[in-house]
């Protein structure tokens, strides 16, 4: 796990054309990427058979890819992309056997436990690539509550979920808080941040690889079928995946994303009505208001 990450693959000999340029090799991993977003529209869309068998097409193009191209570089993206597809078919497979409740979060994330593992192994992933470092986290925790709150409370104005506990008793605010961190935000993060943008930097730069990321991390949120929240997302996925490009700490990032799904799924549908938070988000963000508080500044 020590090694360096430009020689953290060491599957096949490198037997790439002198004359291919990196350009081309970026169009065709966008390929796969394009695809993804097409499945997802159709998701966004109600097309969900569509979907599901789009899902099925890229997995089985991204496997036989991961057996047969020889390139490194394009190799482990192409690898990692294969999280998307497994993430997405069995999301989609759950209703099918039962109501989705708190608990089929556990069936949806606990299975990418083992895909996650044996890319991380095959690729030689650093603990510092996956982001096994807490250095300053005791400075970060007040800052990430507070980016944790602001996007809880943008996302719950946009999308309305429903409650996943029946109350906010402590017993129920435990298994919510344990589902949602150890299960969901760990697995995500590691998902989108630690594998995903890890890989799209080496092979993007680290402003596009940030970039795409964000954009994947907003679009796999098709499901809730609002553009706004795909928007929002991909700018929360923005905001965490500048974070953990800065600090490289995935603790600070499970706790942002681990917090923002307990408010927004345990404590904010009991909470909003009874503070009338939309009617306090929508004084302080009239332009009346906005304006009033402006000018009085020069006065």
Known sequence: ????????????????????????????????????????????????????????????????????????????????????????????????????????????????????????????????????????????????????????????????????????????LLKLSIIMFIFVAVIEELIFRSILQTRLEEYFGLFFGLIVTSILFGVMHSGYGTIYEVLFTCFAGLIIGYLFQRTRCLFLIVLIHGSINVLLFGVMPYIWDVYNIDLIIARYASLSYISDHFSSLFL
């Open 1 to 172: 796990m020590g090694c360096d990450p430009d020689q953290s693959i060491n599957r096949v000999l490198i037997d790439v054309p002198a004359n291919t340029s990196i350009f081309k090799k970026k169009i065709i991993l966008l390929i796969p990427i394009l695809v993804i977003i097409l499945a997802e529209a159709q998701q966004f869309t109600g097309n969900y058979a569509y979907a599901f068998w789009l899902y099925i097409i890229i997995l089985i193009a991204l496997c036989l890819v991961t057996i047969f191209v020889q390139d490194i570089n394009i190799y482990a993206p192409y690898q990692a992309l294969m999280l998307l597809p497994l993430l997405r078919l069995v999301s989609i497979s759950m209703p099918v056997f039962f109501e989705m409740t708190l608990y089929s979060f556990i069936f949806i994330y606990f299975p990418l436990i083992i895909p996650l593992y044996f890319i991380a192994v095959h690729q030689k992933f650093t603990a510092k690539q996956i982001g096994l470092n807490n250095k300053k986290l005791l400075i970060y925790i007040p800052a990430a509550l507070i980016i944790s709150v602001i996007i809880a409370a943008g996302e719950y104005y946009i999308v309305r979920p429903d409650y996943l506990i029946p109350d906010l008793s402590f017993l129920n």
